[in-house]
């Protein structure tokens, strides 16, 4: 059925385009006939003018002449065709369309004579005019008739063709009820088994593309091919979600950290850049915080790894709930952490923010273990990079933690000016030693009893030729950051051990290594060559080591073992400046020290403060139980050597007992020769 009613209704299309064919035919005869009418009209009014010029003697050029048969003789041509139908066969060929031609040709052949008498004899005109003018109205009435034809003609192929295309189409609609009938009732059994199966399978693909995917497939228990397709769309669905989960794992692994979920160093690093090309063009300033944790390492040792990592979470958790929702707090590594903020009003916001880290850290907290950290910040400026904005909350840290931890500080003009002066120190330094500029001076350590001298401890001086006397708590760390100490330190204990070459055998040289000394694996070789070359017996040295030594995260188990190996061969380890860091006990579990020495901060108060000198009278009672010796630093008054005498301190070394001095008695008296004291104390 549907094969015969398309045949029917091509045959209707061909009907219909035939007809108007006929029609578009007879339009182009009868638009044929408007044209030739029209180039007639002013074929006459052109003989005419020129037929009365000739006759009131009016001179007409041969060229004027020529084009004027030239166009009677288009004329005669173009009225001779009529319209052709693509097969050759003329439209119309009525009689009306026949006597046109027929005019035409008589009045192209009348307006010839006329021309050519008025050409050679003008007084012709007038005789000749009647037949010209016969012609001329003979073919404006056939003109009439045959456009009257062609007119009649249009009109019955309408009415014709509309009688015809309404009752095919009729036939073709009845035809075309009963398909869509057919169709209708079709297409109800293939909504229900089909369209609306595969309409919510192509949802449940959309939702794939945008990652919403929780729809139930439907199908997947039919046994035809659309259940196969239902199962196949399943595991699709199934694999594209794996693939998915992996892809945002890996994209989160790449830009955050996985124990607190804070943005990566690689996150922070993309996002400072972005902030300061926006910045350069809202006006807004920029604000990097610099976060370290204080005493990290010693919560490590206390609670382990696990209680490190609880403690880490606890600082990403309060600096995320400090900072505003399009601030970025990361983690850059270990205890440290960074946030980006963007304010116009700056220092205030930085400020405001700082105020509110430190008020939720000194919160009281379940797990009985205080956060406390030291916070630089730094502000952008025009065109600044965002490495030397890092690096300026860095230099900010640096001096919050130098100036006693757990504070805030920001990057300032003064802190630029000193890191200059840093800078220019640590130029100075490099050439230091090839100018004399370093020397060593040595303090005394005495009995606490007897005051005998037992030991001299080696101290590093710089006289800069401009500045003066540097103090070593200012160019050591400068030594230290720089490269510099490895080449310091090797300098000094060979001229340590060359000036113990000239003393009494029985007086001890002590000499204080840096923490950065110990990551040269040879230090301990390099020790006990220098001394056999100087010829000063190995159990002779004291090399002093502070705690920080022995926090070097991942070099501590090479730390202990350089230890141990120095005193394999002989020398004496001594814990320098105990009490002060954050693992002394835990230092004295893992390693046999020789000697303690308590910091002079808790014997300058111990007459004052009453926890400094329960302190110092707990240490030496340690010391005694573990059968190590015991030294009080910085000893200045009588009072005190009295009372370090009776809780039975072994060794005392302070102003007290001898200033740092360049030059040595090479006995072990009471009493020391009268040298040029060293400016300073020991660092």
């Known amino acids: 059925m549907a094969l015969a009613l398309l045949a029917i209704g091509l045959s209707v299309s061909n009907k219909i385009h035939q007809a108007d064919l006929r029609i578009t035919r007879l339009s182009e005869a009868l638009g044929h006939e408007d044209r030739l009418d029209q180039a007639q009209r002013r074929l006459r009014q052109d003989i005419g003018r020129l037929t009365r010029d000739a006759e009131r003697g009016v001179k007409v050029s041969n060229a004027g002449w020529i084009d004027l048969r030239e166009r009677i003789a288009d004329f005669k041509r173009r009225s001779s065709q009529t319209a052709q139908s693509p097969d050759g066969r003329s439209e119309v060929r009525s009689a009306p369309i026949k006597e046109v031609q027929q005019a035409a040709a008589a009045f192209a052949k009348a307006s010839d004579q006329l021309i050519e008498t008025s050409r050679l004899r003008p007084s012709g005109i007038k005789s000749a005019m009647p037949r010209f003018l016969g012609s001329l109205t003979a073919l404006e009435t056939s003109r009439s008739q045959a456009r009257w034809a062609l007119t009649s003609a249009i009109w019955k192929a309408a009415d014709q063709n509309r009688r015809e295309s309404r009752r095919d189409i009729v036939s073709v609609l009845l035809g075309g009820l009963v398909i869509v009938a057919m169709v209708f009732g079709m297409a109800i059994w293939l909504r229900r088994r089909l369209v609306s199966p595969i309409t919510v399978m192509a949802a449940r693909l959309r939702e794939f593309k945008v990652g919403a995917s929780d729809g139930e497939v ?215 030693i090839s100018a004399n500029e370093l020397r060593l001076v040595f303090q005394p350590i005495a009995d606490t009893v007897s005051l005998e001298i037992v030991a001299y401890e080696a101290l590093l001086r710089w006289l800069h030729p401009r500045r003066g006397e540097i103090p070593p708590d200012v160019f050591v760390p400068i030594a230290e950051s720089s490269g510099l100490i490895g080449t310091i330190g090797s300098w000094m204990i060979d001229q340590a051990l060359r000036a113990a070459s000239t003393w009494d055998p029985r007086v001890s040289l002590a000499i204080n290594l840096s923490p950065i000394q110990f990551r040269s694996v040879s230090l301990a070789t390099e020790i006990r060559d220098l001394s056999r070359h100087w010829g000063v017996a190995f159990d002779r040295l ?131 020769a009268t040298c040029a004291s060293g400016a300073g104390r020991k660092p």
């Open 542 to 672: 004291e090399l002093e080591v502070t705690e920080s030594a022995t926090l070097l995260g991942f070099q501590r188990d090479n730390v202990l073992a350089t230890l141990k190996t120095l005193r394999d061969y002989g020398a004496k380890v001594v814990m320098d400046d105990f009490g002060t860091g954050h693992s002394s006990l835990s230092n004295l579990k893992e390693f046999t020290f020789d000697k303690i020495k308590i910091d002079r901060s808790f014997v300058a108060t111990m007459d004052s403060h009453a926890s400094s000198s329960s302190i110092v009278k707990a240490t030496i009672g340690l010391g005694k139980s573990l059968g190590l010796i015991i030294v009080a630093e910085g000893v200045e008054t009588d009072e005190q050597l009295s009372i370090l005498r009776q809780w039975g301190c072994d060794q005392v070394q302070g102003f007290l007992i001898g200033m740092p001095a360049d030059c040595l008695p090479v006995a072990p008296t009471g009493q020391h």
């Open 218 to 432: 439907p199908g997947m228990e039919r046994a035809d091919e659309l259940g196969d397709l239902a199962r196949g769309l399943y595991e699709y669905r199934n694999a594209v979600e794996s693939r998915r989960a992996a892809e945002r794992r890996a994209e989160f692994l790449a830009n955050h950290d996985m124990l607190t979920g804070l943005a990566n160093r690689l996150l922070f690093e993309n996002r400072l850049a972005h902030e300061l090309a926006r910045s350069g063009r809202t006006g807004d300033i920029v604000a990097v915080f610099a976060v370290d944790l204080d005493a990290f390492k010693a919560i490590n040792d206390r609670l382990g790894h696990a209680g490190g990592d609880r403690v880490l979470k606890r600082t990403a958790q309060l600096l995320s709930s400090c900072v505003r929702g399009d601030d970025l707090v990361a983690r850059i590594g270990g205890d440290e952490f960074a946030i980006i903020q963007v304010a116009r009003s700056q220092p205030v916001a930085a400020e405001a923010l700082i105020s509110r880290i430190f008020k939720m850290a000194s919160a009281p907290s379940d797990e009985g273990v205080a956060i406390k950290m030291s916070v630089g910040v730094a502000l952008s400026e025009p065109g600044q990079a965002g490495e030397e904005l890092h690096e300026r909350a860095d230099l900010a840290l640096y001096r919050a933690k130098a100036d006693g931890r757990n504070t805030a500080r920001i990057y300032d003009k003064h802190l630029k000016d000193e890191e200059s002066q840093r800078v220019q120190l640590a130029r100075d330094l490099e050439n230091a």
